[in-house]
């Protein structure tokens, strides 16, 4: 389905000072805020954007998997939240396929517990759609044991819910781009967790990698789909170039040695940050 062009945002245009973020969540600030208690709140405005930075780390590591994203725009930190959710369920529905169930179960509870729950403030507050229920059924369907179809069906209800906030939020395609980028840059930080010297060292952080580099995939997918000449080569670029991490990500759960460069993942970031200025 091509998401461009977009409805208006309807956001606020006021500063979104009344967020704050604790234990594994997402941080603020270079890198430098402490993400328990007393964080600092979410909208910190420093020169160049927003650092999304590592929290203090906890179960799967979670702590990390923002500290590589620097967002300039409000709304667009909240498309890559969005992007982290989708991608951790992508990420548990392959492994949920491939027979893994408690690969799934713990990939099926971080969004909600981790993500969502600092977002669903300021997407309440500015018109979104809540999901919270969908996001425990499907954790529900996963935990219990449910069939494939009806965890397919569990997923496939998350991302509407996903996909209507997407169009809530995201002014044009030059959104989608910069959320692209910094999904991107966030499976960076991942993925040098995850592989150390060619070999999985963290499985969890690997496979948040893959569910981020698969999910920014799909919206540059959407992009390349515009009637709009711009945009359509925007989606393009970005999807030859994350064509090319296929050697550093080839499956949710690979058996064979990885590349160890992360940099190339931050690499692929910098090409959409590139092909998108053609948007702004």
């Known amino acids: 389905m091509t998401k461009t062009p977009h409805s208006i ?12 973020l604790a234990g594994t969540a997402l941080g603020l600030a270079f890198g ?27 179960e ?31 990420a548990g529905v392959a492994l949920y396929e491939g027979g893994d169930t408690a690969g799934a179960a713990s ?19 500015h018109g979104g759609e809540a999901f919270a229920d969908q996001l425990s059924a499907l954790s529900a369907a996963v935990e219990g044991g449910a069939d494939t179809d009806s965890v397919r069906a ?15 939020f995201t002014a044009g395609p030059a ?27 963290e499985l969890h952080e690997y496979q948040d990698a893959w569910g981020f580099v698969a999910t920014a995939r799909i919206w540059a997918a959407e992009l390349g789909e515009s009637t709009e000449q711009a945009v359509q080569a925007v989606g393009t670029k970005s999807v030859a170039a994350i064509d090319g991490l296929a ?7 690979p058996q064979a040695a990885l590349p160890a460069e992360d940099g190339a993942l ?8 590139l092909a998108a200025y053609a948007l702004r």
């Open 107 to 125: 990939h099926m509870k971080h969004p909600k517990d981790e993500i969502y729950e600092y977002i669903a403030g300021e997407i309440a507050e």
């Open 9 to 20: 945002r309807t956001v606020s245009a006021r500063p979104w000072t009344t967020l704050t």
């Open 32 to 58: 430098t805020a402490d993400a328990g208690a007393g964080a600092q709140p979410f909208h910190v405005k420093q020169p160049g954007g927003i650092w999304l930075a590592a929290g203090e780390g906890g």
């Open 154 to 168: 569990a997923f496939a209800a998350v991302l509407k819910e996903i996909d209507e906030n997407r169009e809530h």
């Open 266 to 273: 931050l690499a692929v970031a910098a090409q959409v940050e």
């Open 175 to 201: 959104d989608t781009a910069k959320a692209i980028e910094g999904l991107l840059r966030v499976a960076a930080d991942e993925y040098g967790e995850g592989v150390k010297a060619g070999t999985i060292a």
């Open 60 to 90: 799967g590591g979670e702590g990390g998997e923002a500290g590589a994203a620097l967002i300039d725009d409000e709304a667009v930190m909240i498309l890559v939240a969005l992007g982290q959710v989708e991608g951790h369920l992508r």
């Open 247 to 253: 050697a550093f990500l080839p499956e949710v759960s």
